[in-house]
């Protein structure tokens, strides 16, 4: 049967790889998987290419049924997984017989969670992607959110995987894991490190002050388009009005109201608010798991800074793709 | 000319600097921009997009290395990368075409135009002086965004320009035609929004499915033709 069915779903709950990438001229959001690192992890772990098409599990619970057997791994918040009764951490890759179950619970800390599963999960390519669009609800499966009683198609297995599973034999378990920090995003403190935006002088230097040094709450009013928060009014010393111009996952606007957004990735492709800052890429990951209540507090770090760590983390990658394949040969 | 980082993975380049006054002139420095950003094909770009006086430009800092930038200098590197193409010469045989002219069938039925009577009124016009007034026009698309496959037209006569609604409507019906600002525009798919609707095309300017999924382009010249509510029931593609 190659598919997987949804017996419970949780809250938001949606198909997504890593996004829709040249559309934006069109005005489509890049969207997929809004820590697109963590899926990738997870793919990698399951066998599969680092762009298939997972899960994005929100708050809350998912029950998934199996048809055939799989391998899965997980990234992201923290929930707690278990297979078939036994608990899977994340960052690590399981077997999954046909007819047992995956249930995941809701986190005690962190909003989102990203499910790999050995094949992928197989609906159209819509724009060069399987991700869902909810917003313009396209791509996915059938451009929306999962449901009770959906069933999701899965993909062939790689031989990667069959490897991966020959050497997992009876132990159903992996004894390796990916680097804890990849596997377990919960925030591990309030600090989301940020490069200044276009218009960062815009705003008094008693804005900018209050913009590195306080605390901003998230509100629920937060969805994947952004994190809305509220903390001290940041005012532009002018406010003239913008002309929009592109805008990134990442990026920290100023509507007129003086609080800010962290734009996600279903955010607008162009934006006409003042860009105060942006969140720098290896941090998005600690932004994907805002949820209302969180408090978080912002650092400034210089741009060589944020694309060093990036470079460092991509070659990490890289060697944790060729250490698993070195496991499994 | 301005080069500004947007994060650490892309930038904006300003290529006009008084849209307000010559939103035209704007329009061609994007699309001439473009056109040379693209025939460059700057290794680690990955896509563009363009805005009204803008190009923003996403690029993977991974790539920039592998094609010989320094890890300490990848902006500079991308920007003397960028300046270059913008200088370049285009071929005489790889001159833009002169751009698309679509003709856009809208329904003006009162039932589909809403706010059509409080934008007439504005300017002391009847509405069939409104509707005609809107139709003469020939307008340019400066932008697509804010819904995929929404066009941002410029060119709206000066009479009709009315401000977005205090209170913008929670769902906005699919090809609605609507007046923000001094701009008109189409809603591709059905979204909250808060620019007043005067009339609605049967046309779908964005199909996931279509190549390409988007009905209109920047730069493409757009025309309205009024279509009687008959004409738009009885409309198929």
């Not at chain 2, 700057?42 to 920039?64: C, H, K, Q, R, T």
Request: some cysteine.
């Amino acid at each position: 049967m190659n598919e997987v069915l949804v017996t419970r779903v949780g809250f938001l709950t949606t198909v997504q790889d890593l996004g829709r990438v040249g559309h934006r001229q069109s005005g489509v959001s890049v969207g997929g998987a809004l820590d697109t690192h963590a899926l990738r992890v997870a793919n990698l772990l399951v066998g599969n290419a680092a762009g298939a098409a997972g899960l994005e599990a929100g708050l809350g619970k998912l029950h998934l049924r199996f048809t055939d057997d799989r391998l899965i791994a997980w990234c992201g918040g923290a929930f707690e997984a278990d297979v078939a009764g036994r608990i899977l951490p994340p960052g690590q890759v399981a077997v999954v017989h046909g007819g047992e179950d995956l249930h995941l619970a809701p986190p005690s800390a962190g909003g989102r969670a990203w499910l790999a599963i050995s094949g992928g999960v197989d609906v159209p390519i819509v724009m060069g992607s399987r991700a869902t669009d909810r917003r313009a609800r396209f791509g996915g499966l059938k451009g929306r959110v999962l449901q009770d009683g959906d069933p999701v198609k899965l993909g062939p297995r790689s031989p990667q995987a069959a490897r991966i599973a020959e050497k997992l034999g009876s132990s159903r378990r992996s004894s390796w894991s990916a680097p804890n920090e990849w596997a377990n995003t919960t925030r591990r403190h309030e600090f989301v490190r940020v490069v200044r935006g276009a218009h960062w002088s815009r705003f008094p230097p008693s804005a900018l002050a209050a913009f590195q040094r306080e605390t901003f709450m998230v509100t629920p009013d937060s969805d994947q388009m952004g994190v809305r928060l509220h903390g001290p009014q940041l005012m532009q010393v002018n406010p003239d009005e913008m002309l929009s111009e592109a805008v990134a996952p990442g990026t920290i606007q100023v509507p007129p109201s003086g609080q800010p957004i962290i734009l996600l990735g279903d955010c607008q492709t162009i934006g006409g608010y003042p860009k105060l800052a942006h969140v720098i890429t290896v941090d998005i990951a600690a932004a994907a798991q805002l949820h209302a209540g969180d408090s978080v507090r912002f650092a400034e770090v210089t741009l060589t800074d944020a694309q060093r760590w990036l470079l460092e983390r991509e070659r990490e990658v890289e060697r944790f793709r060729i250490g698993l394949e070195l496991k499994t040969r | 000319m301005e080069i500004t980082p947007l994060g650490d993975s892309a930038v904006v380049v300003r290529v006009y600097d008084d849209f307000a006054s010559n939103p035209e002139a704007a329009l061609e420095a994007v699309l001439n921009a473009q056109q040379r950003l693209e025939a460059a094909a700057i290794p680690s770009v990955v896509e563009y997009v363009a805005a009204y006086d803008s190009i923003g430009l996403f690029f993977d800092p991974a790539g920039a290395i592998e094609a010989g930038a320094s890890p300490d200098s990848i902006l500079d590197w991308l920007k003397k990368k960028i300046f270059a193409a913008l200088a370049r010469p285009i071929r005489a045989n790889k001159k833009r075409a002169r751009s698309a002219l679509l003709e856009i069938p809208v329904c003006y039925d009162p039932e589909y135009a809403p706010d059509l009577g409080e934008v007439a009124g504005r300017s002391g016009l009847s509405i069939d002086e409104a509707v005609r007034l809107h139709r003469s026009g020939e307008y340019r698309v400066h932008c697509v965004g804010f819904v995929p496959g929404f066009p941002y037209l410029g060119g709206l006569p000066a009479e009709l320009a009315s401000p977005r609604r205090a209170n913008p409507r929670k769902s906005v019906p699919a090809g609605s035609v609507a007046i923000g600002g001094a701009q008109t525009g189409i809603y591709p798919i059905a979204s909250p929004g808060g620019w007043n609707l005067i009339g609605r095309t049967p046309l779908r300017l964005f199909d996931p499915q279509r190549v390409p999924p988007a009905l209109v382009a920047r730069g493409d010249r757009v025309r309205f033709r009024s279509i009687s509510r008959t004409e738009f029931d009885s409309w198929t593609e």
